[in-house]
């Protein structure tokens, strides 16, 4: 045996919220996305315990797709940034508030 | 005959659509839209001589229509005709065909979608009138509202977009309750019987609990108390009635407002009998204190428009209290006080109006010793105050006599106030009528009296006050059965199961 | 307590403290460099996990291309990390700290409180042919559908950089949009 | 051709006719606008069509995607929103110089994603939908690179939607650890353990984050004011509308699928989340002075009222909640699409914003100033509009649900949103015009939309009983 | 007889109606002749009916109205004694006074509406007489009180005539609202609203009913009759033209109320409370109005005055259980005041306006003579001297209080004939004034008194007639007494209490010895050769109290009208303003408050709204524990 189901899931909810609280906390885009990459990859070990729990191959597919859509995310998003920061010269997610109200 | 019906109601829209066709020739829109009203008029008076009471219905219905529109919902077309929707739906044809002639120069700007918006207003409220479905009634109840918004908002007065708006909220804030509790009787009664249906009989038929049944009624009671309007949530009526141009101020005062009355009538009384009977003390305060109140607050008025307005609240305050006390003379009084103040209020804010056109200003203060500048239109001013103050003869004082005869019945105190009130009425009719037409003489006052067309408006008004102040009989036997059907149906608590079990329907 | 236990409890400090090194870096390459050290952590765990293919390729995908990615962005936006107060941070993060506490608690407890949680993980493996043949057959549709968003990304990319570079030519070029 | 082939052909439409947009644009040198646009249309009303298609009465052959009624009534619903999408579309992207195969394209493929998420049985495919949904908007929101906002808008739609996306997969994941199954009629504790019962908890609540990002409810909705101004206005109104209605339509599924004691826990935090909306949404709209935000604020609300329509959806079924959305559909393009159609033509210019803007434009363009009035009343439930019955359906599910309170919540904040749509109308019709944005003629086709969607919406106002009765048909008694 | 019922009310209508239609376009020869043919008409039917109807009570149905449940409103008419000798008096002296007004008015504009009204005045007041039904009656009531503020603000140009039409018009509905409520007691407690039948069954009223009916018809009739406390507007009402004060304000309208009081009598009679205060109020008022006129600078207003004082005297008999007495006394009055005031009248037109009586003097009488001989006969008959109407009518109200059995009514008694001292004093100091007055400060720019038409003259002559020798119509000497055996079928109505001849002559001929004590007193004072000239330039402050009638209109400023007007301020700005409508606008504002704090949450950048989601999922998370625990 490894450890209690519950241990994966303690742990992968550990780094979730450690990716949550530096998306909510850090004001550098690219932290944020960071943060975020890490709530996927959390989501990613649930899904790879969840797997092995079950013993179906459901969870590890998942997984698959989740990097998947990180990566496009994480493409679409750096471009966004770099082109921000060309236009506005400026990373700092919080600089970015003339809508607002 | 019952195609007559859908006819009548549908004619003005139709009419308003065509209208919409002819926008640039205002002309013709007047034309089109004066032959639309005349000929509704005609459709109802065809109604009146042409049909009678239904034998075996005890409701003194005399035409019906009855079909499915939405069987998912349980939302019927079901409109009905008894004495009362008769009376109401007389006065609006009637009172749509002067707003038109009164229109008639006032409105250069965009005349197609003024006479789309007044004949789009006859269909809404001949729909509230004639509805025998609670839900149709509602649509055709929100539906009013909006032409009449754009009616003040677009011809009115300077400030008239706020007064719009004021208006408009209020009536949607009390629409929105009724709504509710419409929703709310719906699911009860369909919850009991297995049958989702909105038709009046059918939700009379429902069991309610007290405390359901206070609740839905209070907010029936809103929903309708703000159109009447009873008096803590009267502010928006002052403003609406002076900020909107004369034809406005004729559908608001004389037309809108009965729908309120009517809804109270109709539905808020006989829904919720029980809960009715119990809140009578609390009505009859209300509608007391309107009638003093305004009496006091429209005596410190400057704008001559304003105080005819609030007289429509002090008016609509005896309306209620004839409600309340719902007996047959003061249910007939109630009617008929409605349709009197239909024509009265209207006739002034006309006489206002026509006032306005010539001397460009409704401040109390700008204006006096008229009657020598315009002798016809002071007479009519005069007897129309007079009218308005219950002089016997006159229209109002067959409404308000029946309404303190049979409130005097019940409620005694009541009717002693009511009598008060009355007084205090011509207190400040007269400051009116005094500041207007008396004084020194004045060439720069406006002097050019009624045109034709103008009198052709009054004629028929004083007419109708002469009418029904010498010979009310035709109304109030047309009223006769509906009524007493009414009043039966409250007093016992029974009432209403009696009246469906009896195979009324 | 096996030798796995020891192994995953190992790989979950390991990832745990990379990753909250990661996240507290003020500096971007080291907040990277952490981060790549935290999927190595995780790719570990997959393996573990009885995942060898994902393990794979969670060191080729987050750990390589994602995070080469960011380093490349990194570098060329030649961010500079301003010290901050003590206090500045200590405000942007209290709130966000609290909340995350919070939420951790009440996380463990769900976790903790199902039934599951007590079911011990035996060891197994998922061979990457029995694998990927699962997902050819039974997943083939959401990898039908994965090409489709990586393709729209693509599009969104090259737009983007296209639209960058038009802004880069209009700042050293102003004229040229009257000429066009 | 086979069942499971014909049980996607409506996603087949759409991607191959991405697809085929992209190359169009890529391998013809003139990138003919025209032809792209046509082409996009003809995808979409082929997607619409072969709706009609899917196989009758055999087993779905298909794991993954809703080929019943159910699923079918939004594909249709949202090839029709695509296609006046486009329609409202055409005349602004050539004026703001996007008019090319990205747009074209990424709209199907926008579109495909919400069949995607509309239609998912599964927690993949619904994940799958929900982020190629957000990736697609977040190039859509940023292509109109020249109008100021715009990339702040795909900004914050994009930290926003990954966050939010991240939790949506925690919370799939979660679900997936507590149930062992993908299948979201299984997943949402019918048939599980209720030792498990936390864990599903924990999980649906994660997924109900990512759920009220896309939906706008509080307290997830902060971007939707920021990125709906920002984002050009055709993209806006297929955001607010295309985009919710199929998260809307895979929330009716959950609903329907969760067991009855995680409904019975759910329900206080959708309750408090759906008055909250209604309210935040209905009152901040109130001094609103910039078009698009206050009909964000507006949609917030409207996604608030749809809650409260879910919410009762044990006792009312989902009929109503589904008549509301379809409406809420027809309004909100109204709306925006008028918005897009009288923006200016200068590609440097943002929308027509301010709402002094709106000044007058009733009647100097009485067509789309009337579409946009038809629709605001809609949008406040007036008749002779399918927003009248609309609130009567919804606020008759949420009694019939014993939501008393929250019904009473809803009509207060009705009463105040009366005034947010009100101030709109008395901009367009009781003001002087101003002028300082001159109109665009408006085309053939946004006009052609605009006729069709206030068509639609009176219709439903008058005379509803056949969008009732299909509703009743798919969904069982109403 | 419906017939002739039916003429009778028609006639003076129809003038009114053909004035108001086709006023404007009228020639004004036909305007006046169809004014007075009108009401000559009218005259000429209500002694036809009362010819044919011969005593008996008659009730007709003339025209349904309208009936709602038990609730029935039919315009039936009632064509009694008591209703055929007011219906004879009202046209009689309406044909005169329009006789009288054709002259008088000849150059004033506005005819057609003065026409107009005088005839629907007429109109009206006829229905109030013959009305049995008591909306009917109510119908004539309002329709007199409007006619009445319409005459009187016949001057409209001049703002003074318009507010004293108001008061006249609010006053007298403050009697009609009591009048309301009276009816509508009648109606619960009855379910009927026939006078004919209540007064046959006022028996079954309790007792608490009775007495309200009984102090409501009081508040009536004091609206009407200008009765204290509510007599205030009656002097005011002098504003109108001259003829008008004569018919309405003297002789007919005013002594409607009166004629309500009869026609319930038997109503009334079964509260001796109510009886009491009516005779109580009767005497006060009389004594009130009688040394209110004795301080007036104003012909008409010393006229006025007097009339509410007779009006007292009138309420005061009714009061004394002697309602025949009333009458008696009413029909008297009418015919010397209404003599008086046309006499006035003709000296005003003579004087072109005048109306203070310290500017009249010796050429008045020079100037017109036969006005100054009717006047004169006028004043006796007013003063009570024997052997005119006035004393005769006066002698039997103040002998039925003497004899009545309670105390109380001989204090009246000794009001009334004190009353009856100061009114010989009053008139006659009028009458001193206004024909010997000598030189005096304001005589000097008096204007010269010029001829009169003669036909102003003669209509004074049949009045003049039936004030001096009317008397005979009800002589307290054996079987003389015509009136009271002719109302005898009347409800109520009968002779007044017996007294002995010995205690009845001395009454009489004290009467006498009063009236012309107060004569001697006037002449004295104010005579050719008074004793000391009055410097009616420095009025002492009890003079200030009579003139002003007692500050009446003082006291009601400052506790009626300015209370309300404050009220009203309070209201208006207070409540409806500030209160009701400030809660609606307010929770607007409210509203709009909370929509900027929202939209302050929308802060536009990142961080907050981050950090929101992760406290929203927080806050989720809190309330499913807080659901599982």
């Known amino acids: 045996m490894i450890v209690p189901f519950g241990h994966v899931l303690f742990l992968a909810g550990l780094l979730f919220l450690m990716g949550a609280v530096c998306a909510a906390a850090r004001r550098n885009l690219i932290m944020i996305l960071m943060g975020v990459e890490v709530m996927l990859n959390a989501a990613g070990l649930v899904f790879v315990g969840a797997a092995l729990h079950w013993g179906t191959l459901d969870g590890q597919a998942f997984v698959i797709f989740i990097m998947g859509v990180a990566a496009a995310e994480a493409g679409v998003g750096l471009v966004l940034f770099y082109y921000l920061n060309r236009r506005t010269g400026d990373t700092d997610a919080d600089s970015y508030h003339t809508l607002k109200g | 005959m019952r195609l007559l019906l859908t006819l009548i109601l549908f004619l003005p829209l139709i009419g308003g659509i065509a209208v919409l066709f002819f926008r640039r020739h205002p002309d013709r829109c007047r034309w089109v839209s004066l032959g639309v009203t005349l000929a509704d008029l005609i459709l109802v008076l065809v109604v009146w001589f042409g049909t009678d009471p239904m034998p075996g219905a005890m409701d003194g219905r005399r035409l019906f229509v009855d079909l499915p529109w939405i069987p998912a919902l349980g939302i019927r077309y079901f409109l009905l005709l008894d004495g009362i929707s008769l009376v109401m739906i007389l006065l609006t044809a009637f009172l749509m065909v002067l707003c038109i002639l009164a229109s008639w120069r006032s409105i250069a700007d965009r005349a197609g979608i003024y006479y789309f918006a007044l004949l789009a207003t006859e269909t809404a409220v001949m729909g509230v009138f004639l509805a025998g479905d609670l839900f149709l009634f509602y649509l055709f109840w929100e539906l009013q509202l909006i032409p009449i918004f754009f009616l003040i908002g677009l011809w009115g007065h300077p400030d008239r977009v706020r007064a719009a708006v004021r208006f408009f909220i209020f009536s949607m804030a009390g629409g929105l309750l009724l709504l509710i509790a419409i929703i709310g009787l719906y699911l009860i009664h369909g919850a009991q019987t297995e049958v989702y249906g909105f038709a009046r009989y059918q939700l009379m038929n429902t069991t309610l609990g007290p405390a359901v049944e206070w609740w839905l009624f209070g907010a029936f009671l809103l929903g309708f108390g703000v159109k ?167 229209n109002n004082f067959i409404g308000e006599i029946l309404i303190l005869m049979g409130t005097f019945q019940e409620w005694p105190a009541a009717g002693i106030i009511g009598f008060i009130g009355i007084v205090l009425t011509l207190i400040y009719f007269l400051r009116l009528v005094q500041n207007l037409l008396f004084g020194p003489v004045d060439e720069r006052m406006p002097g050019d009296d009624i045109t034709q067309r103008e009198a052709a408006v009054l004629i028929p008004l004083a007419l109708a006050v002469l009418w029904i102040g010498l010979h009310p009989g035709p109304l109030l036997d047309l009223l006769a059965p509906s009524v007493a059907h009414l009043a039966d149906l409250v007093g016992g608590n029974g009432g209403a199961a009696d009246y469906v079990a009896s195979g009324a329907m | 307590m096996t030798l796995y236990t020891g192994i995953f409890y190992l790989l979950g400090v390991i990832t745990l403290t990379a990753t909250a090194m990661a996240v507290t870096r003020r500096n971007l390459v080291h907040a990277a460099l952490w981060l790549v050290v935290s999927f190595f952590g995780t790719s570990l765990l997959f393996y573990l996990l009885g995942a060898p293919f994902l393990a794979a390729l969670e060191v080729i995908i987050f750990a390589g291309a994602i995070m080469i990615l960011f380093l490349f962005i990194i570098m060329t936006l030649r961010e500079e990390a301003a010290p901050r107060s003590f206090r500045e941070v200590w405000r942007r993060w209290r709130l966000p700290s609290i909340l995350g506490l919070i939420s951790l608690v009440l996380i463990g407890f769900f976790i903790l409180s199902a039934a599951s949680s007590y079911h011990r993980l035996m060891p197994a493996m998922a061979a990457p042919i029995d694998f990927g043949r699962f997902l050819v057959t039974d997943y083939w549709l959401p990898v039908e559908i994965v090409s489709f968003l990586l393709f729209v990304a693509l599009v969104g990319v090259l737009y983007l950089g296209r639209a960058t570079d038009e802004l880069e030519e209009e700042e050293s070029l102003p004229s040229v949009e009257e000429e066009a | 051709m086979s069942d499971w082939l014909l049980s996607m052909l409506p996603h087949i439409c759409l991607g191959m006719g991405g697809f085929l947009v992209f190359c169009a644009g890529g391998f013809l040198k003139k990138r003919p606008a025209d032809l792209l646009f046509g082409m996009a249309l003809g995808a979409a009303v082929l997607a619409g069509l072969a709706v009609f298609f899917f196989p009758q009465g055999a087993e779905n052959p298909n794991k993954m995607l809703d080929i019943d009624a159910f699923g079918a009534y939004f594909y249709l619903l949202l090839a029709g929103i695509t296609i006046l999408t486009l329609l409202f579309a055409r005349q602004y992207a050539r004026h703001k110089g996007f008019s090319g195969d990205e747009f074209y394209g990424i709209l199907l493929f926008a579109a495909l994603s919400m069949f995607l998420t509309a239609g998912a049985l599964h927690w993949l495919a619904f994940f799958l939908g929900v982020e190629f949904l957000s990736i697609s908007f977040y190039i859509l929101i940023a292509l109109s690179t020249r109008k100021p906002g715009s990339s702040e808008a795909a900004l914050k739609y994009f930290i926003m939607g990954s966050v939010a996306g991240a939790f949506l997969v925690f919370g799939i994941a979660v679900l997936y650890a507590a149930t062992g199954s993908m299948v979201i009629a299984e997943s949402l504790g019918p048939y599980a353990d209720p030792a498990q019962q936390n864990l599903i908890l924990l999980g649906f609540s994660l997924i109900l984050v990512g759920i009220g990002f896309k939906l706008s409810l509080v307290p997830f909705h902060f971007w939707t004011p920021d990125v709906y101004q920002g984002a050009p206005a055709p993209v806006t109104a297929f955001l607010s509308t295309g985009a919710k209605l199929c998260v809307l339509a895979a929330l009716v599924r959950f609903g329907a699928a969760s067991a009855e004691w995680l409904w019975e826990f759910i329900t206080p935090v959708l309750w408090i989340m759906a008055a909250l909306t209604m309210a935040w949404g209905n009152i901040a709209a109130l001094t609103q002075q910039r078009m698009k935000r206050l009909l964000a604020y507006s949609s917030m609300a409207h996604m608030g009222y749809l809650l409260m329509a879910l919410l009762a959806i044990r006792e009312a079924g989902p009929g109503p909640f589904l008549f509301y959305a379809t409406v809420y559909g027809l309004m909100d393009l109204g709306a925006f699409g008028s918005a897009a159609l009288l923006s200016s033509a200068d590609p440097e210019a943002g929308d027509r914003e301010d709402l002094k803007d709106y000044q007058g434009l009733g009647f100097s363009h009485p067509l789309i100033g009337g579409v946009l009035a038809i629709s605001l009343l809609s949008l406040a439930g007036l008749p002779p509009t399918g927003g009248f019955f609309g609130k009567f359906v919804l606020f008759r599910a949420a009694l019939q649900g014993d939501f008393e309170a929250l019904a009473v919540i809803g009509i207060l904040t009705a009463i105040v949103s009366i005034y947010v749509y009100l101030k709109v109308i008395v901009a367009l019709y009781f003001s002087p015009q101003t002028g300082r944005i001159p109109v665009p003629e408006p085309p053939m086709l946004g006009r052609a939309a605009g006729i069709a969607v206030m068509v639609l919406i009176v219709w439903m106002g008058v005379f509803p009983s056949p969008l009732l009765e299909v509703i009743e048909g798919i969904v069982g008694g109403y | 007889m419906k017939s002739l019922l039916m003429m009778l009310l028609l006639f003076p209508l129809l003038g009114g109606l053909y004035h108001a239609l086709l006023g404007v376009r009228l020639d004004r020869r036909w305007s006046e002749i169809v004014a007075v043919a009108a009401v000559a008409g009218s005259l000429i039917m209500a002694v036809a009916a009362a010819v044919v109807a011969g005593g008996r009570p008659v009730i007709f149905p003339l025209l349904e109205w309208f009936s709602v449940g038990e609730l029935a409103a039919s315009m039936d008419a009632m064509y009694d004694p008591l209703a055929a000798v007011m219906a004879v008096l009202v046209t009689f002296i309406a044909a005169l006074v329009h006789l009288f007004s054709v002259i008088y008015m000849r150059r004033e504009g506005g005819y057609a509406r003065y026409y107009c009204y005088l005839n629907l005045f007429v109109f009206f007041m006829l229905v109030i007489v013959t009305a049995d039904n008591l909306l009917f009656l109510f119908l004539g009531w309002e329709g007199v009180g409007f006619c009445s503020y319409a005459l009187i603000g016949f001057w409209y140009r001049d703002a003074y005539h318009a507010d004293a039409a108001r008061k006249a018009f609010l006053v007298t509905r403050i009697g009609s609202a009591a009048l309301g409520i009276a009816i509508g007691l009648f109606f619960t407690a009855f379910q009927s609203l026939s006078m004919d039948y209540i007064t046959h069954h006022a028996g079954m009223l309790s007792a608490g009913m009775v007495l309200a009916i009984g102090l409501l018809l009081l508040a009536a009739a004091a609206g009407k009759s200008a009765l204290l406390p509510l007599s205030i507007w009656l002097p005011d009402a002098m504003a109108g033209p001259t003829p008008v004060s004569a018919l309405i304000h003297a002789a007919t309208m005013v002594t409607a109320g009166v004629y309500l009081l009869l026609r319930l009598y038997p109503v009334l009679v079964l509260s001796p409370v109510a009886m009491g205060v009516t005779a109580a109020v009767g005497a006060v008022t009389a004594l009130y109005g009688a040394c209110s006129a004795l301080a007036q600078h104003d012909i008409k207003r010393v006229l006025a005055y007097s009339t509410v004082s007779q009006l007292g005297f009138m309420v005061l008999g009714i009061g004394a259980e002697d309602p025949t007495g009333g009458l008696f006394h009413l029909l008297s009055q009418a015919f010397f005041k209404a003599l008086l005031f046309l006499a006035a009248g003709c000296i005003i037109q003579s004087l072109s306006g005048e109306h203070d009586i310290f500017r009249m003097g010796r050429k008045v009488r020079h100037a017109l003579p036969k006005v100054y001989g009717c006047f004169l006969i006028g004043a006796l008959s007013l003063a009570a001297v024997p052997p005119t109407i006035g004393f005769f009518s006066k002698d039997r109200l103040l002998l039925t209080n003497l004899t009545h059995p309670s105390i109380f009514h001989a204090v009246l008694w000794i009001i009334g004939t004190l009353t009856t001292l100061i009114t010989a004093l009053y008139v006659f100091r009028l009458f001193f004034l206004v024909f010997y007055g000598g030189p005096g400060p304001k005589r000097t720019q008096a204007p010269e008194p010029g001829p009169v038409r003669p036909i102003l003259v003669w209509t004074l002559y049949p009045l003049a007639f039936l004030a001096l020798a009317g008397g005979v119509m009800n002589l307290p000497i054996g079987s003389w007494n015509f009136l009271d055996r002719y109302l005898m079928p009347v409800a109520g109505l009968g002779p007044p209490l017996e007294a002995s001849p010995s205690l009845e002559w001395g009454v009489r001929i004290g009467n006498a010895v009063v009236a012309l004590i107060g004569i001697g007193l006037a002449y004295l004072a104010y005579g050719p050769r008074p004793l000391k000239e009055k410097p009616a330039t420095a009025p002492d402050s009890m003079q200030n109290l009579l003139y002003s009638g007692f500050y009446l209109n003082k006291l009601y400023h400052r506790w009626v009208v300015r209370p309300y007007e404050q009220a009203a301020a309070f209201l208006s700005n207070r409540v409806d303003h500030g209160g009701v409508d400030a809660v609606m606008t307010g929770s607007g504002r409210l509203a709009s408050r909370w929509s900027m704090n929202l939209r302050l949450w929308t802060t536009g950048r990142l961080s907050t709204y981050l950090g929101v989601l992760l406290a929203g999922f927080t806050a989720m998370l809190v309330i499913l524990a807080l659901g599982l625990l």
């Open chain 2, 228 to 394: 009447i309007p009873i008096v803590p949530v009267h502010t928006w009526l002052p403003d609406a009635h002076t900020e909107a141009p004369t034809a406005g101020s004729v559908i608001l005062a004389g037309l809108l407002l009965k729908t309120g009355a009517y809804g109270l009538l109709r539905f808020g009384f006989p829904l919720f009998p029980t809960a009715a009977a119990r809140s009578v003390p609390i009505l009859l305060t209300l509608g007391l204190v309107g009638l003093f109140y305004i009496a006091w607050i429209a005596l410190t008025q400057q704008d001559i428009k304003r105080i005819v307005a609030y007289s429509s609240i002090s008016h609509m305050g005896l309306v209620v209290v004839g409600l309340a006390v719902w007996n047959e003379i003061a249910l007939s009084g109630a009617v008929i006080q409605m349709v009197n103040h239909g024509i009265t209020t209207s006739a002034l804010f006309i006489l206002v109006g026509i006032l306005e056109e010539r001397g460009h200003s409704r401040q109390l203060g700008d204006y006096h010793g008229l009657w020598h500048r315009m002798p016809v239109f002071s007479g009519f001013f005069l007897f129309f105050a007079m009218a308005a103050v219950g002089l016997p003869g006159l």
